[in-house]
């Protein structure tokens, strides 16, 4: 890599160990460039700033409450947080893959009985942060099942058994109550919250109605959007609705499911009106990829993932009065089950450390891309992942962080938080695109180095990823230049964020202390310290000279950087 440049302002951010710049370079050099001039009228869109999971119970414990708070800093947006299981018949026991708040009982005439205590503490917790809830509809209470079963064992994807209530994935044997239900809980919603307020969410109903979630018929789903439609708007008219969060949209059944669905929207008699069609206000679908272990080694595979979301823009393109609504992909992952340990799952290895990270800095720019080449309009994309209160320490879990200490994944989405104002192409030689990753993902001999940028009035923000499926970490760090053109000052202060093995990284921390189960206060410490996102060097005032610096460095495979411009 040439590290000279006529009239340019040199800066040079990074000086790796010995070890790292004495090794034979087989990377290809990577130069990125950004023009600040190029600057578009399209703001940064933070389709990032979505989270779920499976169990609504964790949210106001302990390490979720941390856990949320840290979220709620790391974005300039509101983040919207979606949840299974908000009115599942239960004592609000938190397990694995579960969750219950008893919203909904009926007394020993049949009569309802509304209880919104728990399900009131899950939205407080968010609401208190400046969180919003992306609220579900479901699953079915036991009063109202049409098929009610009593406690059985229930295989945990931890291989735990444990008591559930199974009911809770049949249509109602009612449907007016079920409407009932609806209209009470929204109508509560508006009068603890408030109108404007609770008019800011997205509400939906189910979760992947075409596989086990849902015990039904597809148009048992659509009778019961009808009614749950219906109800919430009756309660608050302007309330945003929408579904219906559809499996891996490449999967046949999943896309039949989808497709159907969507043209009972547009066509359909309306179960509850008798009318024409049905109100929707956005689209949902999933989205998951597939790691394996091949030779005792992790492979990802991102191009799987990126695949089902572009069929997904794909099908809701093709019906010409929807394109336009917002689609939020309500999970969109490198696999399909948060909940199943690594231990027992070895194709989950990845989630501790970088190659989740870097997974995720080089997924998301690409979601955006399809959707521009689709059409179509990509509001959010939800991490399916969270904590899971009490377990071994990273025990890898698809989570953001464990026993209240955030993973190097965590990190990237600090530094998407930092990119702000609007969108500045970036040219650059790398070796993929956006629909190469996706038609045969990275799983060539170059991994996949490429950036993204972003400029305000008086800021400019880099993010460079270096990403492979193999988890693979004894290759070279790939040479980078990343060149920033029309700089408006001719003084910056620069700063560069690093997730790798040594910055930004507790799971290395924890392997340096002998992967402790129960540390000490002073070793909780350090890795509380150790996942917090780190700078390399120090931030530094530059003298620039004809509007440009050039930046070279060296980014470690699986390391992401953010280089960030304040002037």
Known sequence: MNLKAKSYCLIILVVFTGSVIQAQHTAKDVSIEVDLSKRTNEPVKAIWAWFGYDEPNYTYMKDGKKLLSEIAALSPVPVFVRAHHLLVTGKGTNALKWGSTNAYTEDANGNPVYDWTIVDSIFDTYIQRGMKPMAQFGFMPEALSSNPQSDSFQTTPAKEKVYHYMGWAYPPKDYKKWADLVYEWVKHCVERYGKQEVESWYWELWNEPDISYWKGTTEEYIKLYDYTAEAAKRA????????????????????????????????????????KGSPLDFITFHAKGQPKVINDTVWMNIGVQLKHIDKGFQIIASFPTLKSLPIIIGESDPEGCAACPADIYPNNGYRNGTLYSSYTAASFPRKLEMAKNRGVNLLGAVTWAFEFEGQPWFRGFRDLATNGVDKPVLNVFRMFGQMEGNTIPVSSNATYNYA??????????????????????????????????????????????????????????LTHYRIDQEHSNSYTAWLKMGSPQNPTSEQYAALEKA???????????????NGIAVIPFYLPRQGVSLIKMVW
């Open 236 to 275: 608050l008219p302007a309330l945003k609705i929408g579904g219906p969060e559809t499996t891996n949209p490449g999967g046949d059944n999943a896309a039949k499911f989808l497709i159907t669905f969507l043209e009972h929207v547009v066509n359909g008699k309306n179960y509850v009106t008798g009318k």
């Open 436 to 493: 190469s990753v996706r038609d045969s993902s990275v799983r060539g001999n170059q991994p996949d180095v490429n950036g993204i940028a972003s400029a305000g009035n008086r800021s400019a923000s880099i993010l460079i990823w270096n990403y492979h499926d193999k988890n693979d970490l004894n290759v070279p760090a790939s040479p980078v230049t990343v060149s920033v053109k029309r700089i408006p000052s001719k003084k910056i202060l």
């Open 531 to 545: 996942g917090q996102l780190e700078i390399m060097g120090s931030p530094q005032w530059v003298t620039i000279k």
